[in-house]
């Protein structure tokens, strides 16, 4: 009986609601804040003097008149599949292993979040990445010389996955995945801050946080998160989408190192951090988001399950 305790915390209920929770906060943060990320993916894969010295807000009103409203909702059915999973995934790991940390009677701190953030990164990379490939290429489909010929064949993520498969095998379906392994440090970092912050509240009392708190220490947590390690977002998206940069004139199989070189190279340390903007817009909003609407989800789940006596076994 003693052995099947650790099972028992990898496969709890309260793991399954965090879950839940996590996957359909992302969901509602993603579709409310989706059209700044369309901004954040053109401008990572775009030549740099396409949309040169743009705002977010020009670049967004530049979109709309050249390509119609609905470009920047292009792809959005795949997004939230693929997030809907991979924040499942990272929600369920991340929780199960905070359970196992609980029962071993670990001392939580900022350190241990930050290697159970980074381990339950580990994992999901390794689960989801060909999703976020078929939804990368899928997002910029239709769009001529930056999309690489063969999304043609495929309008579905179940499609893509399949295709992708016959067509370039593992190596395409995991393309990126080493920069996406070197960014488990992303949403490491965001849990470590968001985890320490909400400590720091609940242990000054604060057990009613308001949904704004949360809202905030999400958006602090994602901003840190996200500006220590956005480079190799970049040189990940441009990797999935299958290197398609004209102004960068690389070998299709170009890997991680080179691409990094040769973009600083060419571009400067400017072109690591291009679109920024956007992407802090995005991520910070829908981080914060969706950090609030897990939080009411994952607490009134539980608050129901307190009064109705728990869960059956």
């Known amino acids: 009986m003693a052995q099947s305790k650790p099972l028992n915390q990898v496969f709890s209920y309260l793991s399954w609601v965090?879950?839940?929770?996590?996957?359909?906060?992302?969901?509602?943060?993603?579709?409310?804040?989706?059209?700044?990320?369309?901004?954040?993916?053109?401008?990572?894969?775009e030549e740099p003097e396409r949309r040169k010295a743009l705002s977010t807000w020009e670049v967004l009103k530049q979109l709309i008149a050249e390509e119609g409203f609905n470009t920047l909702y292009r792809g959005i059915v795949p997004v939230l599949q693929s997030l809907c999973i991979s924040n499942f995934?990272?929600?369920?790991?991340?929780?199960?292993?905070?359970?196992?940390?609980?029962?071993?009677?670990?001392?939580?701190?900022?350190?241990s979040d930050l290697l159970l953030g980074s381990l339950a990164g580990v994992v999901n990379v390794f689960s989801t990445t060909p999703f976020w490939v078929v939804n990368t290429r899928l997002k910029m489909k239709g769009l001529g010389y930056r999309v690489k010929d063969?999304?043609?064949?495929?309008?579905?993520?179940?499609?893509g996955l399949m295709y992708i498969g016959r067509t370039e095998g593992a190596k395409g379906l995991w393309a990126g995945a080493l920069p996406s392994l070197l960014l488990v440090t992303n949403p490491a970092i965001q849990f470590m801050v968001y985890e320490s912050l909400k400590r720091r509240l609940l242990a000054d009392g604060g057990r009613n946080v308001s949904s704004v708190t949360f809202f905030a220490i999400g958006a602090v947590a994602k901003a840190v998160?996200?500006?220590?390690?956005?480079?190799?977002?970049?040189?990940?998206t441009k990797l999935r989408h299958g290197n398609t940069?004209?102004?960068?004139?690389?070998?299709?199989?170009?890997?991680?190192?080179?691409?990094?070189?040769?973009?600083?190279?060419?571009?400067?340390?400017?072109?690591?951090?291009?679109?920024?903007?956007?992407?802090?817009?995005?991520?910070?909003?829908?981080?914060?988001?969706m950090f609030m609407t897990y939080e009411k989800i994952a607490r009134f789940v539980t608050t129901l399950l307190v009064r109705g006596g728990g869960p059956r076994k």
């Open 18 to 45: 965090h879950a839940v929770s996590g996957a359909t906060g992302s969901v509602i943060a993603m579709s409310a804040f989706y059209p700044l990320d369309t901004v954040r993916s053109r401008l990572q894969l």
């Open 245 to 289: 940069d004209k102004s960068l004139d690389l070998p299709p199989d170009t890997d991680m190192l080179q691409m990094l070189l040769v973009m600083l190279k060419k571009q400067g340390l400017a072109g690591l951090f291009r679109g920024l903007e956007a992407k802090l817009l995005q991520t910070v909003l829908t981080a914060a988001l």
């Open 150 to 159: 063969n999304s043609t064949h495929y309008d579905n993520l179940l499609d």
């Open 225 to 236: 998160a996200t500006v220590l390690t956005y480079p190799l977002q970049v040189i990940q």
């Open 89 to 111: 995934v990272y929600f369920y790991t991340f929780h199960s292993m905070k359970a196992l940390r609980a029962a071993a009677d670990v001392t939580p701190s900022a350190l």
